[in-house]
């Protein structure tokens, strides 16, 4: 299992402690439905409860795109998409995801921009592809997907026909409602449902997630059985000390509380860049309201200690970090030795290269301790599908816990519909002509 490492957090034993009782709180209040946003909660207990028939669906319907595409576009934004990407990302082999490896189709993403030069530029690249799309939005109304997947479709008709496009485009959406499962039930697409009650940040253990990341290659089952694992030893009956998302919550609470306003989360393995992204959407949408909440940012490291190590080693004393720490990476490369030396590197000959990353992270770690930077460090044993299922159920339970104790509902996110009713009154949607003439009388103040 993952473990977590609060050894550094420089924070008192006493104070994480004196988060007990909130923690137990929040989790039986999660556990009874009893908290803010309690109809939200469907992710909970999602992981033990997926059914091996609904595994299968979803392989046959992967098997199909699979077995039709050598492309396929995976169109969302947030959580429509995040968790997919994250896990497809750091599964893949760092330059093969982009383009096809022979076995598996190219997945490529969409309808998270509403980039000019992104979406001409997919649209040359799809061109003489067999490709695919897989529709994902729970709302069924999203801007940026909707108009990414209105070019996709046409795109795919034009160039597979109307029947193949048929067998290629799958919608994951809404049971009933939204643009996504009217066009779905009007073309005759394969479709999967969006439970209800899981948000789209709590979301990428459904198909969601699940469907893109089994088009790529990878095993679900062993994501899902991951995250299962990781659902039963953080259950209600665990004890405190023995709790790891328990644990994370009170300590990042207890910091905040310290005055800790940042929490950045760190990764020394590239292919983790999109699970930093999926981390951040969880925690700003689920705590950053009321006026309150830590502020998620995020580095990849040893990259970023050339641009951010600085500050983050100097800069005002409100940061802590959180570090994604992968014990063995999948290969093993040697620094070969080098009779001239001229680089003066030969110290390291025979030493593998994940030994000097590991130096930089211990070393890192000892200097921003050192500098007053609180560290926690979650151990993963390695990136395979097992342990990646193992951390996203962590952060999603140790997340509802740490929105509760701070006194926030987790699971919406109100704030994000205010630039949508602008962009929608400036663009002159339909059923928005009072906000339209609200906003030209401000721009014209
Ligand atoms: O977490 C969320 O709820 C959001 O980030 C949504 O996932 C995002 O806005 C996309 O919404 P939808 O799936 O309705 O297109």
């Known amino acids: 299992m993952i473990k977590l490492d609060i050894s550094k957090a420089l924070v008192s034993a006493e104070k994480v402690a004196a988060f007990e ?9 999660l556990e009874n439905g009893t908290c803010a946003g309690n109809d939200f909660l469907g992710w909970l207990h999602l992981p033990s409860s ?5 595994m299968t669906e979803l392989q046959d319907c992967a098997q199909t795109l699979r077995e039709n595409c050598d492309t396929v576009v995976v169109a969302g934004i947030g959580g429509s998409y995040l968790g997919a990407r994250a896990v497809i990302e750091a599964l ?3 330059f093969q995801w982009l383009t096809n490896n022979g076995e598996n189709p190219t997945i490529l993403f969409a309808g998270n921009n509403i980039g000019e030069d992104y979406l001409y530029e997919l649209t040359e690249y799809l061109k ?3 490709f695919g799309v897989i529709n994902i939005s729970k709302s069924g109304t999203t801007t940026e997907t909707a108009l990414a997947f209105r070019l996709l479709k046409k795109q795919c008709e034009d160039q597979r026909g109307k029947e193949m496009a048929k067998k290629v485009i799958v919608a994951i959406t809404d049971a ?5 499962r009217v066009t779905a039930d009007k073309e005759g697409y394969a479709s999967f449902i969006i439970p209800d009650n899981v948000g789209g940040r709590f979301s990428v253990l459904t198909p969601v997630g699940l469907l893109p990341i089994a088009v790529a290659g990878f095993d679900i089952a062993k994501l899902v059985k991951g995250a299962a694992d990781m659902e039963v030893a953080t259950a209600a009956s665990v004890p405190f000390s023995e709790n790891i998302c328990a644990q994370y919550a009170a300590v990042r609470n207890a910091l905040y509380q310290e005055g800790k306003k940042i929490e950045i989360l760190v990764n020394f393995q590239p292919k983790l860049h999109f699970m930093n992204e999926w981390w951040k959407q969880l925690y700003g949408e689920s705590e950053g309201k009321d006026g309150k909440g830590i502020f998620p940012a995020a580095v990849d490291f040893s990259t970023d200690l050339h641009s951010m190590g600085q500050w983050i080693q100097e800069g005002e004393r409100t940061i802590f970090e959180t570090v994604v720490s992968i014990e063995e990476p999948e290969y093993k490369l040697l620094f070969p030795a080098d009779e001239e030396n001229l680089d003066g590197l030969n110290f390291l000959a025979g030493k593998r290269v994940d030994e000097v990353n590991k130096m930089a992270e211990l070393g890192t770690q000892l200097a921003h301790v050192d500098g007053g930077v609180p560290n926690m460090r979650l151990i993963v044993p390695r990136l395979d599908e097992y ?8 952060f999603e339970k140790a997340c509802g816990f740490s929105g509760l104790i701070l006194g926030v509902n987790p699971f919406n996110q109100p704030g ?6 602008n962009m929608f009154a400036l663009l002159g949607k339909p059923g928005y002509e009072k906000e339209t003439e609200a906003i030209k009388a401000r721009l014209a103040r």
């Open 92 to 94: 893949s082999n760092s």
């Open 176 to 180: 009933k409602k939204g643009a996504a």
């Open 387 to 394: 342990n990646l299922g193992q951390i996203i159920y962590f």
């Open 128 to 130: 003489g592809k067999k």
């Open 416 to 421: 994000v519909e205010a630039y949508k009713k």
């Open 50 to 54: 997926i059914s091996a028939e609904f």
């Open 21 to 29: 009782g909130k923690v137990a709180e929040a989790q039986q209040a």
